[in-house]
């Protein structure tokens, strides 16, 4: 039986490890073939060669147009076209309003938002010679609540929000379609140093579904949103959160409807 993305090429930016890195495996596991891209050499290099011959590794500095642009000709020239693109590559960064600096603001702005806007603008040209695509956009639950300490990343997270329904406006009546995926905490090396998945941060997490999350589990929403199975929706956003949008449940109401039992 043929896989949800049989035929299909990706560009994976970020792909080098974490969720990148989920999504190229679980890409080619349905038949696709991939290009990931990343900073990271030596580790995109060595994530593509375990993947085999239907993955192939490029350097790509997502704020760099030049670098967008031989990333999509890659694809191109070595898999014969460009169907999907999943812009994953991103930092986080943390930093109270009053002590987070220019420069450091501008770094995550370039990489989380500039870099979403060259991968769409590079691979929308290589859809229309394809007849269609899929463009998926990693935004964060930064970009759909707002998260003190951290005011760079989640302006960035809202941008990409944003500039996914612009896109997927233009680009509609090309066939290609543009989405926005939104994960909450997921185990992975970016959000590692603050802890996310470590038996002390598990404890802490009172969604309704109270466990941080896995890169697999990310790849899987991406694959719909990439593959055919997804042909009607566009401009969206979807959440992959445990639950952490949906609210909660007050320490003080807990203990009021405990002590009626």
Do not use: C
């Not at 002390?200 to 593959?227: F, H, K, N």
Request: hydrophobic share 45%; glycine share 14%; net charge negative.
């Amino acid at each position: 039986m043929a896989g949800d993305l049989e035929g299909k090429v990706a560009l994976i930016s970020g792909a080098a490890r974490g969720m990148g890195a989920a999504e190229a495996r679980r890409f080619v596991s349905e038949g696709g073939r991939v290009v990931l891209g990343d900073v990271l050499d030596e580790e995109g290099e060595k994530t593509a060669a375990s993947i085999g011959d239907a993955a192939i590794y490029v350097h790509l500095d997502v704020t760099l147009e030049s670098d967008w642009q031989a990333a999509v000709a890659v694809a191109e020239e070595r898999f014969g076209k460009l169907d999907v693109l999943v812009n994953n590559a991103g930092i986080l960064r943390f930093g109270m309003l009053e002590e987070t600096d220019l420069e450091e603001y501008e770094l995550v702005i370039r990489i989380n938002q500039i870099g979403v806007f060259l991968g769409m603008k590079s691979a929308a040209p290589a859809m229309r010679r394809a007849g269609a695509g899929s463009i998926v956009n990693i935004s964060s639950m930064a970009g759909i609540k707002g998260i003190g300490g951290a005011i760079a990343y989640t302006a960035s997270k809202f941008a990409v929000r944003g500039m996914t329904k612009s896109a997927a406006i233009e680009l509609g009546p090309a066939g290609i379609r543009v989405n926005s995926v939104h994960p909450g905490a997921i185990e992975t090396p970016m959000t590692a140093p603050v802890g996310v998945g470590s038996e002390t941060s598990e404890q802490q997490y009172t969604y309704p579904i109270p466990r941080v999350g896995r890169p697999d589990e990310v790849a899987e929403l991406v694959l719909w949103l990439a593959s055919d199975k997804s042909s009607y929706s566009t401009g969206s956003e979807f959440l992959i959160d445990g639950g952490d949008g949906a609210g909660n449940l007050p320490e003080a109401f807990r203990a009021a409807i405990e002590a009626r039992g």
